[in-house]
């Protein structure tokens, strides 16, 4: 039997009937055509769809889509405003932190919600931050760059 | 060489905008209406004869829409350079997860469902796991046909009645004189297991054939004509009737440059009429892909006390798994490197590709010289720590350098190799005093460039002035649309802004063989070179006549031509392509094929050439570590990665090639295995096969050494697989300098040091 559920998507309200046992990530990219957020494994592996769920950044593959109905999800598609990147997206460009691409926007939901918690984090608090976020092409030393980059830049000129 | 505006630019990537945005579309991403979803059905047993296949249980189920066998491909086979694979296994399957069936759904539930229902009635056949088995007298045989398969001549030399599904020589001086002048003869055997790629992005593929039997291909693929090739060849149909676009690749690695799903989805569109879509799943990716060839080397060394090599002799036995994939020419490159970057005067090599009953071993960053290095290089330090001689001394005494004659007979050119061990030496800090327990290791790379692969290009000048670059080379995150876009923009005086790199098509772009053997830079750079000239030249005339000038005195920069000496005298590209456009002769396209026409095929009896490939690339690995000696845990506290790249087009882009393949490098040493019980594989998850996440990756330098190449674009070389190369053999000799135990099977992991490391104990307490 199907379940109506609710959905908030980067601001934007969403209603879907779905099958009770359907993925988070299933349904934002199926259902949704969200489809920035990757599929590597299904197992919570990887990270590669993280995506964030009411201020925390979770494996869209091991949440039920169901369980969040009437929350909130940020997804990559969410993160640059008004057409004007997040620094962590511009970070990672000007650094050559991508590469194939598919773990990038994992990864910058990952460093994005580390630097809302932890605005001042070390090279080591970088690391274990996005430490469930997989990369096999860039041995992840531009990424941890970046994000850095990022870190220093807001403690010199802090958000208004 | 004059200043250069675009090129060796740090340059930031065409394509991070849209990456950093997730408005691209990958393979798993792509749809089209009426799609349909396919699945394969997979062979349980390792070597088995199918007596029947019944699919009527699964036609009968509601939503299914196709089900394909065997006998839906009945004859055409394909490969890479022998044509050994059926799309569907006919008479037998040959490994576990091989293909024998699939199934088109109106969903994957269904598709899946839909699988437990076909029937496959198997009759199992002994089988092989171990290659040194399958080669003895009686073996089982996995291919009754090899001697009827159509195989390359140049790289291929199948031992029909066998296992063998190549064997390679190499014939250099007279080994047993070098022996007989030795003042020391070493003799090793290593191992290396099997690796996995782990791209990120699954294989997918979308397939649509009309009802004119024209078949379309949306791929995440490396190599769209090698695809297109192979697809057709399965499917025994004209090439130009598999139409083979590439979307964006989420990592590739070796993985995807041949065809895996692409006939399965033309297969199952053919039957139903209906665009079909197939995603591998992670589990599918591990057990049903390829790995890296798990081998074992053994090296025979000869050299005098000062450690000046004599001679050398080794034999490489590759496990390539059920079908070739690309094991014949991985065989051969390893059997052309077996000599490592020296110059030794007597060489003996004898390497094999031996068929077994597992998933088939094939193309993967390195392509067999993770092995040869690894056995090469350790042993390079074996030999240095008995003799008493600085390993760095050792190797650089016996490096090639510029005019050196290799094991294979051919002068080199463009050898940086001896500047990449002294920078990689000194960024570790070679000569420094270190505690106990830590170690520092050093190891030399080569690898050749794989011949007689072309490529081709256009360049077409738009009416607004801007270029089009057309190529078949898939930017699968090394950033070659970038780099190709520096090339075309510095021969056209147009800033990269200005060029637009088209999608891989195989109706539309020109031929090329793909995104492998680090090829890109050097084989599609030159063609971008040879198109931009062609373009060039035809603006060049047609301003001329429109300025009345001659096109000697012209110049291009800016995106301007104009008069030598009187700039007022100018058209911009846009009024010059308009004009052609619409008043002379028609748009300007620009046309460059390259292909490295001066290789000479080795000789099959002895391997010998005097150039048996288009360029060859060296570095070298340093690390320093830290030996936990209660744990066995190897921990890196430096590793710095140094590579003749020939020169750098873009060097944030070259470092950031360097840094990824060394962490790929890295693993290989430490921790990484694919895993087999017989022919099953018992790690197929990210959960059970650990790829170094940030917190186990250490920090890497890059280092960027250009000896120029006279043949490459601006001089360049390639770069994509090198620092995968020479880990291993550099941690591995680290872990003796810090420990003093050696280790001759990969991964070094703790397991194995902290054995190694109770056994030394023993032994040494029994010599006190």
Same mark, same amino acid.
């Given at each position: ?29 199926? /259902? ?10 299904? @197992? ?9 769920? /009411? ?19 940020? @997804? ?45 984090? @070390? ?38 | 060489?004059?200043?250069? $505006? ?79 694979? =059926?799309? &569907? ?9 091989? =293909? ?30 171990? #290659? ?101 060849? !399965? ?32 297969? &199952? ?40 090599? &004599? ?51 094939? #193309? ?55 500047? %990449? ?121 047609? !301003? ?44 300007? &396209? ?19 050439? =005097?150039?048996? %490939? ?14 936990? #000696? ?10 710095? $990665? ?113 054995? !190694? ?12």
């Amino acid at each position: 039997m199907k379940h109506l559920i609710k959905l908030t998507v980067n601001g934007e309200e969403y209603e879907v009937a779905i099958e009770p046992n359907r993925s988070l990530l299933d349904v934002l990219r199926d /259902d949704l055509e969200l489809t920035g957020t990757k599929k590597g494994c299904e @197992t919570g592996d990887c990270g590669a769809c993280t995506v964030v769920l /009411d201020g925390k950044t979770v494996n869209a593959c091991l949440i039920l889509a169901v369980s969040a109905n009437g929350k909130s999800i940020l @997804t990559i598609e969410g993160v640059a405003q008004g057409g004007k990147l997040h620094p962590v997206q511009e970070a990672f460009i000007e650094h050559g932190a991508i590469q194939c691409g598919y773990c990038t926007p994992g990864m910058i939901l990952s460093a994005k919600s580390l630097l809302e918690e932890n605005p001042r984090p @070390t090279e080591w608090e970088v690391r274990e931050a996005i430490a469930g976020n997989l990369c096999r092409c860039t041995g992840y030393v531009k990424i941890v760059k970046a994000i850095l980059a990022v870190a220093e830049e807001m403690a010199k000129a802090p958000v208004a | 060489m004059s200043e250069l $505006s675009v090129v060796g630019k740090a340059l930031v990537r065409t394509d991070g905008l849209r990456k950093a945005t997730a408005q691209v579309t990958y393979g798993v991403d792509f749809k089209l209406p009426g799609m349909l979803y396919g699945k394969l059905l997979r062979s349980p047993y390792p070597h088995a004869r199918i007596i029947s296949i019944d699919t009527s249980q699964a036609e009968a189920l509601p939503g299914v829409k196709a089900v394909v066998t065997g006998k839906d491909s009945p004859e055409g086979l394909f490969g890479s350079r022998i044509n050994d694979q =059926p799309p &569907l296994a006919r008479e037998k399957v040959r490994y576990i997860g091989e =293909p024998v069936a699939a199934v088109a759904a109106v969903n994957e539930a269904t598709a899946e469902k839909a699988l437990g229902l076909i029937r496959v009635e198997y009759e199992e056949i002994t089988p092989v796991f171990d #290659p040194k088995e399958a080669m003895r007298p009686g073996a089982p045989i996995i291919h009754a046909d090899l001697g009827k398969y159509q195989a390359s001549p140049i790289f291929c030399h199948p031992v029909p009645g066998t296992n063998i599904m190549n064997y390679m020589k190499i014939r250099h001086g007279n080994v047993e004189m070098g022996f007989a002048q030795a003042d020391f003869i070493f003799e090793d055997t290593f191992t290396t297991p099997a690796q996995h790629h782990c791209c990120l992005e699954p294989h997918a593929a979308v397939g649509q054939v009309g009802l004119d039997g024209k078949a379309t291909v949306w791929t995440s693929t490396q190599g769209p004509y090698k695809v297109r090739t192979e697809s057709a060849s !399965a499917l025994s149909m004209p090439p130009s009737r598999v139409r083979v676009i590439a979307t964006q690749v989420g990592g590739g690695f070796g993985a995807k440059g041949r065809a895996k799903l692409e006939p399965h989805c033309v297969l &199952l569109s053919r039957k139903s009429g209906r665009p079909v879509k197939i995603v591998l799943t992670r589990h599918e990716v591990f057990t049903a892909t390829s790995t890296r060839h798990p081998s074992v080397i053994r090296i025979k060394t000869g050299v005098k006390s000062d450690g000046t090599i &004599l001679a050398r002799e080794v034999e490489v036995i590759l496990d390539t798994g059920a079908y070739s994939e690309s094991g014949e020419i991985v065989c051969w490159e390893i059997g052309q490197g077996a000599a490592g970057p020296y110059q030794i005067p007597n060489v003996k090599v004898d390497a094999y590709a031996v068929y077994t009953n597992k998933v088939p071993a094939g #193309p993967m960053r390195g392509f067999g010289w993770p092995q040869i290095m690894w056995a090469s290089e350790s042993q390079i330090d074996i030999i240095a720590h008995k003799l008493g001689l600085d390993p760095l001394e050792v190797r650089l005494r016996n490096a090639l350098e510029e005019g050196s004659v290799s094991a294979t007979g051919e002068v080199m050119h463009s050898v940086g190799l001896k500047e %990449c061990l002294r920078e990689a030496a000194a960024a570790i800090g070679w000569d420094d005093q270190r505690p106990p327990n830590r170690g520092r290791g050093i190891a030399c790379l080569t690898k050749m460039s794989v011949p007689f692969l072309p490529s081709s290009a256009f360049v077409k000048i738009n009416e607004d002035g801007r270029v089009g670059l057309l190529t078949s080379a898939v930017d699968i995150g090394q950033g070659s649309d970038t780099v190709l876009a520096q090339i075309c923009a510095e021969d056209l005086g147009v800033g990269l802004s200005d060029i637009e790199v088209a999608v891989p098509d195989t109706d539309t772009t020109p031929p090329d063989m793909g995104v492998i053997a680090s090829r890109i830079t050097f084989h599609v750079g030159n063609a971008v070179r040879l198109a931009a000239a062609d373009a060039r030249q035809q603006v060049l005339a047609l !301003a001329a006549d429109m300025l009345e000038a001659s096109p000697e005195d012209l110049l291009l920069a800016d995106g301007k031509v104009f008069v030598r000496g009187s700039p007022d005298r100018a058209l911009s590209l846009a009024q010059v392509s308009t004009a052609a456009f619409f008043q002379k002769g028609g748009p300007i &396209l620009g046309r460059g094929s390259f292909l490295d026409e001066d290789v000479v095929p080795t000789d099959p009896d002895t391997g010998q050439s =005097p150039k048996p %490939c288009p360029y060859w690339k060296y570095g070298a690995t340093a690390v320093e570590v830290e030996v936990d #000696p209660e744990t066995g845990v190897i921990k890196v506290l430096k590793l710095a $990665s140094a590579h003749d790249c020939g020169r750098a087009i873009n060097p944030l882009l070259l470092n950031g090639q360097i840094e990824g393949g060394a962490l790929t490098g890295l693993a290989y040493a430490l921790w990484e295995e694919v895993v087999f019980d017989g022919g099953r594989i018992t790690n197929p998850s990210f959960m059970e096969y650990r790829i170094p996440s940030t917190v186990e990756a250490p920090n890497i330098s890059p280092i960027i050494v250009e000896a120029e190449h006279h043949a490459g674009p601006f001089g360049a070389k390639g770069a994509g697989e090198a620092s995968t190369i020479g880990v291993a053999a550099a941690v591995g000799n680290a872990l003796f300098d810090a420990v003093k135990v050696r280790i001759k099977d990969l991964p070094l992991t703790w397991e194995k040091v902290l054995a !190694a490391l109770e056994k030394k104990a023993d032994d040494d307490r029994k010599e006190a």
